[in-house]
């Protein structure tokens, strides 16, 4: 019997672009019809480059953008924000993980606070309750009792990307959606976030959906790979499935100009710097 904590049919978004005092609006189809399920507690890699749609479907997935058709499932509850809008049961239900954690973190808040915020918002827990569920949260992802009185500027790139996915999972969600979450990060940091998120998973049972360019970064993390290209799916399968024999010219052509990124290569690349300057 199938656990698909997300299921997702021929889903769709346009966009109206252009147009003038001549000449009509054009859609831009975005992504075109796309179809698939998450097992509960796993991680589907949703992999493509600049613009093939996989970020239009994360702030489909995470109710910032409406579809234009189609329909999303979650726990088996239709998410539809065009009728119903977005209910604080739905935002517990699923949070993002964005590519820049600087840009998504208030620079005059400080750690702790970013931390309770969702606390404070959507549960009656007291201060001294989210205090501590926030200190609770830094050990969890790496950091110290200190770091919950400084702001985000004081730390680094990899430290405010723990940040952000403490703060992500300070509700619990059942779904947890990252776009991007390490390519603006150092290789040797890389390695350390894709480790954190693996413990994590295992820890609070999370479901993930992981959104990269790069399907070497996700052969280390996930359990299915779905590649998009121009808005459509063209291959989905297992991690095995796709990078032991792909089926689509595109997966084909993209992994083979894909760098090196696992943690494995990440690690070796690393030791062979070292000694070339050692």
């Known amino acids: ?46 992999v493509g480059e600049s613009g093939c749609g996989k970020s239009t479907l994360a702030r489909m997935l995470t109710m910032i953008d409406q579809p234009t058709s189609g329909s999303i499932e979650i726990d088996g509850k239709a998410i539809d924000i065009a009728r119903h809008g977005v209910t604080r049961e739905m935002r517990q239900a699923v949070q993002i993980v964005f590519q820049n954690p600087y840009g998504s973190l208030n620079p005059r808040q400080k750690i702790g606070a970013v931390l309770e915020e969702p606390l ?52 619990r969600p059942r779904l947890l959606v990252l776009d991007e979450p390490v390519s603006a990060l150092d290789l040797s940091v890389q390695a350390q976030i894709l480790n954190l998120l693996a413990d994590l998973q295992d820890e609070f049972g999370l479901t993930y959906v992981f959104i ?37 010219e595109y997966t084909r052509t993209l992994f083979a100009a894909t760098p090196k990124a696992d943690v494995a290569s990440i690690r070796a690349r690393l030791e062979k710097k070292k000694a070339a300057t050692g």
Do not use: C, W
């Not at 889903?11 to 399920?37: M, Q």
């Open 120 to 171: 404070l918002l959507n549960t009656s827990m007291s201060a001294a309750e989210r205090r501590d569920a926030a200190l609770a949260m830094l050990e969890k992802v790496g950091l110290k009792p200190e770091h919950y009185g400084r702001y985000p500027h004081m730390f680094s790139g990899g430290q405010r990307q723990r940040v952000a996915i403490a703060r992500a999972i300070m509700l």
């Open 1 to 46: 019997m199938s656990d698909a904590i997300l299921k997702v049919r021929d889903l769709k978004r346009d966009y109206e672009i252009g147009g003038g005092l001549f000449s009509a609006p054009r859609l831009l189809h975005a992504v075109k019809g796309v179809s698939f399920d998450v097992e509960r507690g796993t991680t589907l890699a949703v």
């Open 212 to 248: 990269s360019h790069d399907l070497s970064v996700v052969r280390y993390i996930a359990d299915k790979v779905m590649v998009m290209y121009f808005g459509e799916a063209v291959e989905y399968g297992t991690r095995e499935e796709v990078f032991e024999n792909p089926q689509h």
